[in-house]
């Protein structure tokens, strides 16, 4: 079965951490583009961080920059998205997905949706003490 999982979503209070991870499972995504999106309640979703295949270059927003990491392990088919010092206004539902155009992650933010063809269920992130 062709899918991408996410998972390490939780409870968390402001200034501490998860890792979310994203699981490729029925194809091989080392030749592809990821990205990680979030909604939070009520707002439009988001573009958050994306990796590109290669060289593994990465783009953040500016939300996330200095707090999150994306990195990508291609022999484990899974991408994992690094956050620390998390603030209740990163609380929402983050969604990985994938890619096959290097375009779709450039350091120029913010990152298209309508680029990335095929996604994750989604995992719930809150932040609240």
């Known amino acids: 079965q062709v899918q991408l999982v996410e998972s390490g979503g939780g409870l968390v209070q402001p200034g501490g951490s998860l890792r979310l991870s994203c699981a490729a499972s029925g194809f091989s995504f080392g030749y592809l583009t990821i990205g990680w999106f979030r909604q939070a309640p009520g707002k439009e979703r988001e573009g958050v961080s994306c990796?590109?295949?290669?060289?593994?270059?990465?783009a953040y927003a500016d939300s996330a920059k200095g707090r999150f990491t994306l990195s990508r392990d291609n022999a484990k088919n899974t991408a994992y998205l690094q956050m620390n010092s998390l603030k209740p206004e990163d609380t929402g539902v983050y969604y990985c997905?994938?890619?096959?155009?290097?375009?779709?992650?450039?350091?120029?933010?913010?990152?298209?949706?309508?680029?990335?063809?095929?996604w994750g269920q989604g995992t719930q992130v809150t932040v609240s003490s």
């Open positions: 990796i590109r295949t290669g060289g593994g270059a990465t």
């Open positions: 997905a994938v890619s096959a155009d290097s375009a779709a992650c450039l350091a120029t933010m913010p990152m298209k949706e309508e680029m990335y063809r095929r």
